[in-house]
């Protein structure tokens, strides 16, 4: 284990604490995080690939009797490190809401429909270069009580493991153009402006299939490891 | 597909949100199956088989009960199930990870093994523990911890335990209930005696 993960690039990341998002008042830790070296306990991680995914686990549009209602979209993009380099057989896992902007969980009452063709969660693992693909319906945007009249942009959460634990990333998809992206305190809890629009995916006109759904491409950028060896002392 | 050379910077963390139970820990309550349990136990692991178990509570002492809870950790033997892990040789099914989402009360648990001592990277000994990420509504980007255990004499020797103020060291620590393989440690999200969170 001769690498380590700069810490530096951490630094994209929401502050634990953003008040205009209001669930993060009592959750967020007043205490400064505490610096520490990585030990294996921190650069290994959990390995888990095919044989944790089913055929068709990657469409969310397969999983019941009928077909769900909504705009038919491909998701897909590549898992790479901040050095460039692919992330190969990484597990990725996605939830979302329908196409009402209605998510199956029993706390989600918002009045928007269920589909009963549509739960709405997915997995695969990047492949040997690190590229994933989901196909999908576009989740709608939907209401929430952050504050009057908040609505969330369209989004679908993801979570990635990458190689170790420190390059554990779960983080929310958006898509390109979205009229809500200033008025969303998740969104915008991310400072820098360059890093927030890496969470918008990009409409892919040349992987879009004819007659058949939208495509969209989302490429995830987890943490690298340093060029330089760990010092030893 | 084209990749321009090198990328700008790492994807920002969102909140896993109020709404991940049906897709990460549907426990049978949704259509959906479970890729991870609470448990990292297999037939063949060797060790001590211990659960650990606790709440997650907010700044106000309030229970959270959308928070989910990932662990990490060596085999009985201090080795990871990771090819990185040059050392390995684990048991051969056990693979070290667990997954658990806070019920009403915000109650969570883990069936597992205690690890065995794995080095720091000087190679000096750390006290047995595991390496915990808290996810939740509310909470922008995951934060990390570690569970060490209460009858370990190596807790006063372990270099992150080291790092951390005396009176901050009880929230790292979980306790053992007299005679049971049972251990009990809540988490503090904020607050006097808010869990010590590690920036790595």
């Known amino acids: ?37 990585h030990t294996l306990s921190e650069l290994t991680g959990p390995v888990y690939g095919h044989e944790t995914v089913r055929d068709g686990d990657n469409d969310l549009t ?24 692919g992330v190969p057989h990484s597990l990725i896992e996605i939830w979302q809401a329908n196409a009402c902007g209605r998510y199956v969980h029993v706390r989600d009452q918002h009045p928007a429909p269920l589909d009963p063709n549509f739960t ?31 609505w969330r942009p369209a989004h679908i959460h993801l979570s990635v493991f990458g190689h170790s634990f420190v390059t554990r990333l779960v983080t929310q998809m958006y898509f390109p153009g979205d009229p809500l992206f200033p ?3 998740i969104f915008n809890s991310v400072p820098d402006e360059k890093a927030r629009m890496r969470m918008v995916s990009s409409f892919d006109l040349e992987n879009t299939k004819p007659e058949w759904a939208l495509c969209y491409r989302f490429d995830i950028v987890l943490r690298g490891k340093n060029a330089t060896p760990m010092e030893t002392k | 597909m084209q990749d321009s050379a090198k990328p700008d910077g790492i994807t920002p963390s969102q909140t896993v949100g109020p709404f991940f139970k049906y897709g990460l820990t549907p426990t049978g309550e949704y259509a959906w199956n479970d890729a991870f349990t609470n448990s990292t136990l297999t037939p063949d692991v060797s060790g001590d088989r211990v659960r650990i178990e606790g709440r997650v509570l907010d700044g106000d002492g309030a229970a959270v009960p959308d928070a989910m809870l990932e662990i990490w ?21 056990f693979r070290g990870f667990a997954r658990c989402g806070t019920d009403k009360d915000g109650h969570y648990s883990f069936d597992t093994i205690k690890p065995g001592a794995v080095p720091d990277p000087d190679g000096k000994p750390q006290a047995p523990h595991i390496v915990l990420a808290v ?3 509310g909470m922008l980007r995951h934060l990390y911890t ?20 005396a009176d901050r060291r009880a929230t790292l620590i979980a306790v053992r209930e007299a005679g049971k393989p049972l251990y009990r440690l809540d988490l503090r999200l904020q607050g ?7 920036d790595v």
């Open chain 1, 120 to 150: 709405g969660a997915g997995r695969t693992v990047s492949d040997a270069a690190g590229y994933y693909r989901f196909v999908s319906i576009k989740p709608g945007a939907y209401p929430w009580g952050n504050h009057h009249n908040a």
């Open chain 1, 62 to 85: 397969t999983q019941h009797k009928g077909e769900p209602l909504g705009e038919r979209i491909i998701v897909h993009g590549h898992v790479r490190d901040e050095d460039g380099r």
């Open chain 2, 135 to 137: 996810f939740a509504r």
């Open chain 1, 1 to 37: 284990m001769t690498f380590i993960y700069p810490t530096d690039s951490n630094k994209a990341h929401p502050l634990p604490l953003s008040p205009d998002y209001k669930s993060s008042i009592k959750r967020a830790p007043n205490k400064p995080l505490i610096p520490m070296r």
């Open chain 2, 73 to 93: 950790q060596a085999d009985a033997q201090g080795r990871f199930a990771d090819p990185q892990d040059k050392r390995a040789l684990p048991n051969a099914s």
């Open chain 2, 192 to 198: 006097d005696t808010e869990t010590v969170f590690f």
């Open chain 2, 146 to 165: 570690r569970i060490y255990f209460s009858d370990e004499a190596g807790n006063a020797a372990d270099p992150v335990l080291g790092l951390v103020p």
């Open chain 1, 183 to 185: 008025f969303d305190p």
